[in-house]
């Protein structure tokens, strides 16, 4: 009660475009997780230029979680042909996905539409709705899977001030378990596809 | 009282554009160390030149150090573009960074504000302020996350002469908790973000 | 007294441009190596040649003592720009450096000054000065760094009929502990920077 935000839950007050805040769970309980994308290099849109683009994956990440980047990564660009199909940043640009911090090994699928978001968010140069959290497994053609540690990641993000909590359909009941106390203050959506993710976040 | 100082703590009395001084943190205790910079090749600046930069990492780094490498370039990158539009060293480069001594692992995120700064000198061809020393990993978007040693680190630092050390600000509360005698004779800056850093080190 | 030398420790009577002798320390004590560096494909130094050089490497080397490669390879390009700017030699080459004997097991970084010197023989086709033995530990803006064995590379040395050897200056205190029916005959230089090492080995 009363306890204070710390600032290492908490690493950005304002997420700016191309920057989404994720839910981890270790054995030491769950935790907030910033998902972090930019472009190594300045984008050529010339009409002749014929370079695709490319991907780097850093913040010590486990083999699950580098492929979880490639789902992503992958999905993210058919996803923004279908909305915005004269925008060719995620296939033209040289992106660089990170995970601070950097000496922590990290693995799992499930920062999968947290990555999404985050390269959606980038090519877009828009940032999404702000105190917001995520977490879920994406497939390649955007369904939403369920993932572990619904408590943890929802404490977790309510102690970092979080309003709103974006889950995975199949993990409603986990959510409905919890104590009162718990979900209070926090606006729960429940999704099984990432179109679903994106309407929350980027609303019109 | 009254020790001198070792050569082996300062391999550079004065560092040039380029290479810039960090502290690591060991299970024998703190050391200064250096990031070294330079072109593995000629810059080729001519407005037709389509080449694109690369980057060669030296130093007997471990995997997290390697990605931390990578992470300080692509920052630098970004960070360069807003600072000096028309400058395309670092774009158009090809970089090598080195950290002796060669023989001795390395590794962890700690360096990641010690290396975008020697990129940005390299590429500025300026050097830094000098007898200055810094620590701090940096995320993809230039925030400066704390690090561990700040004890041992800011030990290394007064014995290699350094002046000024820049911490991040979360280990504000480790350093206020040293004893006066290792405080004294040290300014010390806590920073938040990258830009911080860069005021200090390049004044106007 | 009075023994031969013997032809294992001396594979070079007379080392021509490109070769250069190094020294090194094992667990089987000190020995003579040398450093051989040549051409893989003739130089292409036509005006519109837009070719870049690359590397080989062989000899069995550790992942130190090619990284240590690749730093000598950095440095030797741009320190030949400063003395002999219309060189390009190492920037156009294809340059192959192999250690012999193929077959054992080589690494550290202390073969930096050597390799160096090896490459700046071969780009300005100018065998050393005879009789010459070096060993140092080199960084990429060409400080010179101490390292270990120096009692057993000097014994390894004088065994070859080396008359002048180049050691590191932080070594210093370690050679001046040798008996002096060891340093006898031998003339040291001591030396911080790789500059000192190119003038001893490239009078004027």
New interface residues.
């Given amino acids: 009660v009363g306890k204070p935000v710390f600032?290492?839950d908490r690493?950005?007050l304002e997420t700016?475009a191309?920057?989404v805040m994720g839910l981890a769970w270790t054995s030491m309980g769950g935790s907030t997780l910033?998902i972090?994308?930019?472009?190594?290099?300045?984008l050529d849109l010339s009409p002749d230029s014929k370079e695709q683009g490319t991907l780097?994956v850093?913040?010590?990440l486990g083999e699950v979680m580098k492929e979880s980047v490639q789902i992503a990564y992958t999905f993210a660009k058919s996803f923004l042909v279908q909305k915005d199909p004269i925008n060719k940043f995620l296939q033209r640009g040289f992106i660089?996905v990170?995970v601070?911090?950097?000496?922590t090994p990290k693995d799992g699928p499930s920062a999968g539409v947290t990555i999404v978001s985050a390269l959606l968010s980038l090519a877009l140069n828009r940032p999404l709705i702000q105190n917001v959290a995520m977490t879920g497994e994406v497939s390649l053609t955007g369904k939403v899977l369920p993932v572990g540690g619904i408590k943890e990641k929802v404490i977790a993000a309510k102690r970092a001030g979080v309003k709103t909590v974006i889950l995975p359909h199949e993990n409603l009941k986990d959510f409905n378990e919890l104590q009162d106390f718990i979900k209070e203050g926090i606006q729960a959506h429940f999704v099984k596809s990432y179109d679903e993710v994106f309407n929350i976040i980027f609303p019109k």
């Fill in positions: 600032t290492s690493m950005y700016p191309g920057v910033f972090e994308t930019t472009l190594s290099r300045p780097t850093t913040g010590h660089h990170h601070p911090e950097g000496a």
